[in-house]
């Protein structure tokens, strides 16, 4: 294969995976998130309240594991 042919192949290469790695336009983007509004009680309870029972019962039914 010719050196011209191989740059050629690379660069097509390269173009295809660069615009497959772009970001979709259907999901969120960084750039246009909002924070948590913790004066919300669903976000506390989403982010904040589940979590915290997901880690209790995980410790607790690891304790359990053990005996």
Do not use: W
């Not at 995976?17 to 309870?45: R, T, Y």
């Not at 019962?57 to 304790?63: A, H, M, S, V």
Request: overall charge positive.
């Amino acid at each position: 294969m010719t050196l011209y042919r191989q740059i050629l192949l690379l660069s097509l290469f390269c173009f295809v995976f660069e615009a497959s790695a772009q970001i979709p336009k259907e999901v969120p983007h960084p750039d246009n998130n909002s924070p948590i509004d913790l004066s919300n009680p669903a976000d506390i309870i989403i982010y904040i309240v589940l979590p915290l029972i997901f880690v209790a019962l995980y410790f607790i039914g690891r304790k359990y594991r053990k005996k």
